[in-house]
């Protein structure tokens, strides 16, 4: 409602301005002064208005973005996310002092705390052609007859 008084003051001022009599030019220059000043406070809350619905609208996306399902709350969601944001960078600061800042990085570690801490088979062996690679695979494998104790059906 604001924004549109605002507005509606500075299409005045505009209409006030033009309805002037340019033959007197001493009450035209005190009515040029006092409508320079209505303009100014006009602007002025105009960008102040449109700033507050820009901030309202951004809080309302914002928080239809973090949780659709919470209810409206007059929680700065802005600064919610902001906190969300900064530890986000934290932990990614985090994992790359720590030296898990790539997937090779972070698979090895997995890998370390499972116990299997087996090197990359290219980095095993890095003389190894493709063709080696294929090799087990095209070679037979040897079956052994299932134990005794375990019967079929």
């Known amino acids: 409602m604001e924004i549109l008084h605002a507005t509606w003051r500075l299409h ?3 209409l006030t301005e033009a309805a ?5 030019a001493e009450a035209m220059a005190s009515a040029q002064a006092t409508i320079d000043r209505a303009r ?16 309202l609208q951004t809080e309302r996306y914002i ?13 700065s969601h802005q600064a ?6 900064n530890e986000t960078r934290r932990r990614l600061n985090q994992r790359k ?3 898990l800042d790539n997937f090779e990085a972070i698979f090895a570690a997995a890998e370390f705390q ?3 801490a087996a090197p990359c088979p290219t980095e095993s062996h890095p003389e190894s052609s493709p063709q080696d690679f294929w090799s087990p695979l095209q070679s037979k494998p040897s079956f052994t007859s299932p134990p005794s104790h375990a019967s079929g059906g």
Request: hydrophobic fraction near 35%; charged fraction near 30%.
């Open 12 to 14: 005045r001022c505009s």
């Open 80 to 85: 919610i996310a902001k906190t969300l944001a």
């Open 40 to 55: 100014a406070n006009a602007r002025n809350s105009l960008h102040r208005t449109t700033a507050d619905l820009s901030r």
């Open 20 to 24: 002037l009599n340019p033959d007197d």
């Open 97 to 99: 002092l720590d030296d």
């Open 114 to 116: 499972q116990g299997e």
């Open 63 to 75: 928080r239809a973005q973090l949780a659709p399902e919470v209810p409206e709350t007059l929680v």
